[in-house]
């Protein structure tokens, strides 16, 4: 009897030290804030319908190269 006491009692210190544990890396999450964009991704773009133009735009690879329209042989 003496054994499932303990046992019990070890379990209940260890759900209690959890329940701590969880309380105080919530408390530092809300620090920084919430997570994620706040917005809709591509809020603010209309899609293109096929046969349209694609607009003007220019931007930067992963590797460094500019991508415009007129270097996108997707675009075309």
Same mark, same amino acid.
């Given at each position: 009897?003496? =054994?499932?006491?303990?046992? #019990? #009692?070890?379990? $209940?210190?260890?759900? #209690? *030290?959890?329940?701590?544990?969880?309380? $105080?890396?919530?408390?530092?999450?809300?620090?920084? $804030?919430? =997570?994620?964009?706040?917005?809709?991704?591509?809020?603010?773009?209309?899609? *293109?319908?096929? $046969?349209?133009?694609?607009?003007?735009?220019?931007?930067?690879?992963?590797?460094?190269? *500019?991508?415009?329209?007129?270097?996108?042989?997707?675009?075309?």
């Amino acid at each position: 009897m003496a =054994a499932l006491t303990s046992a #019990v #009692v070890l379990v $209940g210190i260890l759900c #209690v *030290l959890d329940l701590l544990l969880t309380i $105080g890396v919530i408390k530092k999450l809300r620090e920084y $804030g919430p =997570a994620g964009p706040t917005g809709a991704p591509g809020k603010g773009m209309t899609p *293109l319908r096929p $046969g349209e133009e694609l607009p003007a735009f220019t931007a930067v690879a992963e590797d460094g190269a *500019l991508v415009s329209p007129s270097r996108c042989r997707t675009c075309h």
